[in-house]
């Protein structure tokens, strides 16, 4: 390198260094911007800060009762004069400026812009005097005070307009000149807008002195409005009497018991020139919504807003509870071995649309059955909801209810699973299309049966009570057979349904007394003497089907007096000599088969018999309606001939039974006994 270079490079940082010092010792004299106040050289006063994020907050809406008056000021000096002799310089300011009170009706006194011979105000009042003067010294000219104020509250001893307005005040606070907030749009200065100051909005004012002119104008805009091109206030003065030759910019405010914030958010000054635009972008932002929504939020939002909360929570939970309680199930450990017949109460509710009305398909002794198709296999069931109040007894009848489950037989109504809630337990079977085959029956005329189609139901019940007898590995006695408990599925086959129910109503009762359980007509005279379920009172019951399905009347009618007993009926029928036919059941018309209904009402009555073993077994009599037996034969093989059959007057049996009469063939009646036996017995 040689020295040349040197020299060179030395001279032009010598120039650099030279420039950059004549800059900024210029730029500190005659003016300054600041888009916040977070590194500014300020001399604050009173309770003036800067916040956090860069506002200058002359006062805040806060309770505080002494009212003091609060200053910022530019830490420099500034030349206004060039010589104490001389006229006063052309300057320019521009500031941001925010007043949020914390409630619109009660405003703090305002604020002001002002230029004054040192650095702060002393004895600066609050209220009128905006911090800046006293009553005092108010008006005097050796105060060398220049304001512009931002007055909102109106004061009419200071000759205020009104409680809005801008004034420019020289030494006092008596306006030169003011005028109410607000700024010219555009289209000249005919057309004013209002501005209301204490908004809580940011606002925009410019300040401005022609030195050679003596004419100062003040400018006001919101925010977001460009520089309006007239000036709201404008007023020829010569300010070279006010001004020294140094003087000190800030701004002045007052608290007051009118809790108001004053925020100045951005500020450029300049002497001899036009003060910088600010940069809105990176002015500091204000408070939401200023401080007067906060406590609202806090007084009201915050409590209605936990209340809501809490509302909403104890809602869900009673939501919750209740439909847990809704569907809640009593599920015992033992029962666990019957999972795959379990069915959820859920489900249940779901299939029937929660046991509604519409679903109702009838109301039996056990309780009311309830249509529905189960929500996931759209599988069409039958729901009986069965009242029960003993837990005692429950888990053997479910033990068997369960077994008996698992039966299989086209005439029999299948028993597909089981719920239990709390004093309740639901049997779901397969639904059975056409109901049950007593409203064909006594419905009548509404809906009959012709004879090839009764016919082929009773074959059916005979199938059926044969596989319960006899064809599954346990004996199951029935205990209810009659019209009501065969249900036509849609094929109108016959099935049986409701069997090992009957058990339900030996549980929960004393040991001493007990129930002997049945339909009166249908109860085998030594049924109701010893309480003793066998296949040989299933099969009187049976028998006495036989009659009511091809005579159409109920084994006992309850409002005749005569012929009550329909067995009895039918036997004197028979005697009469008119022959056996004439039991018949006259809906029949004349379309049946003689052979076939005379071997059902014989047939019938040799189930009737009141000694039991001259009754048939279901075998027997399967083999009989087959027609692969004859009647006569099958009565010598049972040492009984039809001229001879023998019958209990059925009322003989009930002189200690507590007898309703039954006011629907439903109705499954009790009568008092002392033994008890299970449906399913051991032996064959
Ligand atoms: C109330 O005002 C006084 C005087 O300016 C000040 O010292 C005090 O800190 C203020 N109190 C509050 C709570 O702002
Ligand atoms: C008013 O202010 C002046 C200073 O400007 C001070 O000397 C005077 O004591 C004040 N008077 C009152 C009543 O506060
Ligand atoms: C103005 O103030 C000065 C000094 O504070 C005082 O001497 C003078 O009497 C005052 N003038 C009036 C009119 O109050
Ligand atoms: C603007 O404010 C002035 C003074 O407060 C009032 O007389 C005038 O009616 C206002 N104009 C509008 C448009 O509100
Ligand atoms: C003040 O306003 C008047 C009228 O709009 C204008 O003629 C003048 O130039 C303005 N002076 C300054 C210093 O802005």
Not at 59 to 82: D, V
Not at 188 to 212: C, E, H, P, R, S
Request: charged share 20%; with cysteine.
């Amino acid at each position: 390198m040689d020295f040349l270079s040197l020299a060179m490079i030395l001279n032009y940082l010598h120039i650099v260094l030279v420039f950059l010092h004549g800059r900024a010792s210029s730029a500190q004299k005659t003016g300054f911007t600041f888009n916040g106040f977070q590194s500014s050289k300020l001399e604050l006063e009173g309770v003036a800060v800067i916040t956090p994020n860069g506002l200058l907050r002359l006062t805040e809406a806060k309770e505080n009762l002494t009212e003091t008056a609060s200053h910022a000021f530019y830490q420099e000096p500034i030349q206004f004069k060039r010589s104490t002799g001389g006229s006063s310089f052309s300057f320019s300011t521009m500031f941001v400026f925010a007043i949020v009170p914390l409630d619109q009706r009660f405003t703090g006194p305002g604020m002001a812009f002002v230029v004054a011979p040192q650095r702060s105000l002393p004895g600066g009042q609050p209220r009128q005097y905006l911090g800046i003067f006293n009553m005092s010294n108010n008006g005097n000219a050796t105060n060398h005070v220049l304001a512009v104020e931002l007055d909102t509250v109106h004061t009419p001893e200071v000759k205020d307009i009104d409680k809005n307005h801008v004034g420019i005040d020289i030494n006092g606070v008596v306006s030169a000149i003011s005028a109410p907030a607000a700024y010219h749009t555009e289209g000249g200065a005919g057309k004013l807008k209002n501005l209301t100051l204490k908004i809580g909005q940011a606002m925009q004012v410019w300040v401005d002195y022609d030195g050679t002119e003596r004419r100062i104008n003040v400018t006001l805009a919101p925010l977001e409005v460009s520089r309006p091109s007239a000036p709201l206030l404008s007023l020829a003065v010569d300010l070279t009497p006010v001004m020294k030759e140094t003087m000190y910019v800030g701004f002045s405010s007052a608290t007051s018991q009118f809790y108001t914030s004053h925020y100045i958010l951005g500020w450029s000054f300049r002497v001899n020139g036009h003060a910088q635009d600010l940069d809105i972008s990176k002015l500091p932002k204000l408070p939401r919504l200023g401080k007067m929504p906060a406590p609202k939020m806090l007084t009201i939002g915050v409590p209605l807003l936990s209340i809501f909360s809490l509302s909403i929570l104890i809602f869900g939970l009673i939501y919750h509870y209740r439909r847990k309680m809704k569907f809640a199930e009593v599920l015992e450990e033992w029962e666990l071995n019957y999972g795959p017949h379990r069915f959820k109460y859920k489900d249940l509710y779901i299939a029937t649309r929660g046991f509604r009305d519409q679903e109702l398909l009838g109301t039996g002794g056990f309780g009311r059955v309830y249509r529905g198709t189960l929500p996931t296999s759209k599988i069409d069931i039958a729901v009986k909801r069965i009242s029960h109040d003993s837990r005692q007894g429950v888990r053997e009848f479910i033990a068997e209810i369960v077994s008996l489950g698992r039966l299989r037989h086209r005439n029999i109504v299948t028993l597909l699973g089981y719920c239990r809630r709390k004093g309740e337990l639901l049997l779901v079977y397969d639904y059975m299309q056409n109901g049950s085959l007593d409203k064909y029956l006594f419905n009548q005329p509404r809906i009959t049966l012709t004879w090839s189609q009764r016919f082929r139901v009773i074959k059916g019940v005979a199938a059926g009570l044969l596989y319960l007898h006899e064809g599954w590995d346990q004996v199951v006695i029935h205990r209810d057979v009659k019209a009501s408990n065969v249900l036509l599925d849609a094929e109108l086959n016959g099935r049986l349904g409701d069997f090992g129910l009957a058990r339900l109503h030996d549980h929960g009762t004393d040991l001493h007394t007990t129930h002997v359980v049945g339909t009166l007509g249908y109860l085998a005279p030594e049924n109701t003497r010893t309480g003793k379920a066998t296949k040989a009172t299933d099969v009187y019951a049976f028998g006495a089907f036989l009659l009511e399905v091809a005579t159409g009347r109920r084994p006992i009618e309850p409002k005749s007096t005569t012929d009550a007993i329909l067995v009895d009926w039918v036997f004197s029928c028979w005697r009469r000599g008119g022959g056996i036919l004439e039991a018949r059941d006259p809906n029949l018309k004349g379309d049946f088969v003689v052979d076939e209904v005379e071997l059902v009402l014989k047939l019938g009555m040799v189930c009737s018999q009141s000694e039991p073993k001259l009754r048939p077994s279901m075998r027997q009599v399967v083999q009989c309606l087959d027609g692969d037996v004859n009647i006569q034969d099958l009565c010598s093989l049972l040492n009984t001939c039809l001229n001879g059959l023998k019958f209990t007057s059925q009322e003989e049996g009930f002189d200690d039974m507590v007898i309703s009469y039954p006011s629907s063939s439903n109705q499954t009646y009790l009568a008092s006994s002392y033994i008890t036996e299970s449906i399913i017995s051991d032996g064959r």
